[in-house]
């Protein structure tokens, strides 16, 4: 198999090494991490073990960022910035 050799900054480096899994090569890692698009419903239960006061914030932080771009959406309607 040809390979080719390619320049990466430490921190996409240090990325990558953190990523590597026992046994697994470089191009291992990068072939598995560039197909990472998982079916929405994978995601089903991810916050099943989240404490109930961290669930909460998460939802007050959403609503108060749709809040905000309601805000904003309705200044640039006004032709404001």
């Known amino acids: 198999m040809a390979t080719t050799s390619i320049a990466s900054d430490r921190e996409a480096y240090d990325f990558r090494r953190s990523q590597k899994r026992p046994g697994e090569?470089?191009?291992?890692?990068v072939k598995?991490?560039?197909?990472t698009?998982?079916?929405l419903a994978s995601f089903l239960g991810a916050w099943r073990d989240l404490p109930?006061?961290?669930?909460?914030?998460i939802q007050?932080?959403?609503k108060?960022?749709?809040?905000?771009?309601?805000q904003r959406l309705e200044r640039l309607m006004n032709g404001e910035r």
Do not use: G, K, W
């Open 37 to 39: 698009r998982r079916p």
């Open 32 to 35: 598995r991490l560039a197909h």
């Open 52 to 57: 109930e006061r961290t669930i909460r914030e």
């Open 25 to 29: 090569s470089f191009s291992q890692v």
């Open 60 to 62: 007050a932080n959403r």
């Open 64 to 70: 108060r960022q749709r809040d905000l771009d309601e």
